[in-house]
């Protein structure tokens, strides 16, 4: 069993409202197995970024430590198109949403996102959480091509409100043409909001009837 299969797993176990006792100890062994594989999965990882100074047992120990790690993001980079699995995988993205990667780790992040399978929701979402944090105006036209393929699905929400960050006539009235898409209309307005759109007034007063009941954004 692998690592991936080994969390998938876990994961079901833990999803269970009501355990055996034998599932009790199951999920507890899966726990144990699951984390000494991703640690010896990742180790070099962590001894590269132990021997610049960080103190850390795992990847995702970045993500609660306050002290800023510029040395750490080309090894990052590094290590993020290597074949992880997912757990491990979705550390580094996480860890690469830091202003220090930014102009730096974009590009890559969108390389790995076009390249994993759609059925990996998640991971492609986290890229895109990433991608909000860093976007910069170099990557838009791939961001437009990732929101504007409806096959993408929910991993589209955090690259569609990343474009309300940038100064765009393109990423306007893509954002506008996107309220009509149920799966991403809540990012579409978050983003229309931060710009103050103007051209998206008639078609947010058409929302206002929306099905969902939305909360929308004021942007006047």
Same mark, same amino acid.
Not at 71 to 74: K, L, M, V, Y
């Given at each position: 069993m692998n690592?991936?299969?080994? =969390?998938?797993k876990y994961k079901e176990l833990i999803a269970k409202p009501f355990k055996s006792q034998e599932e009790l100890k199951n999920k507890e062994e899966l726990r144990i197995l699951l984390n000494i594989a991703l640690d010896n999965e990742?180790? =070099?990882l962590v001894n590269e970024l132990n021997s610049i100074g960080l103190n850390i047992n795992s990847v995702w120990d970045l993500l609660s430590k306050s002290q800023k790690y510029p040395?750490?993001? &080309?090894i990052l980079l590094k290590h993020l198109v290597k074949n992880y699995s997912d757990k491990n995988k979705e550390g580094i993205v996480r860890a690469l949403a830091v202003k220090e990667a930014k102009g730096k780790a974009t590009q890559i992040l969108l390389d790995e996102y076009n390249k994993? &399978?759609?059925e990996k929701m998640s991971l492609r979402w986290a890229i895109g959480n990433t991608i909000y944090t860093i976007i910069t105006d170099d990557a838009l036209e791939r961001i437009f091509q990732i929101v504007e393929q409806k096959e993408n699905g929910t991993s589209r929400q955090m690259f569609v409100a990343?474009?309300?960050k940038v100064k765009s006539a393109k990423a306007e009235d893509i954002l506008i043409k996107l309220l009509d898409d149920d799966e991403v209309i809540p990012q579409a307005l978050e983003a229309l909001g931060r710009m103050k759109s103007q051209k998206a007034k008639e078609k947010i007063l058409e929302l206002s009837n929306h099905q969902n009941k939305l909360k929308l954004f004021s942007i006047f």
């Open positions: 690592i991936n299969e080994l =969390d998938n990742i180790r =070099d040395a750490a993001i &080309p994993m &399978p759609k990343a474009l309300g």
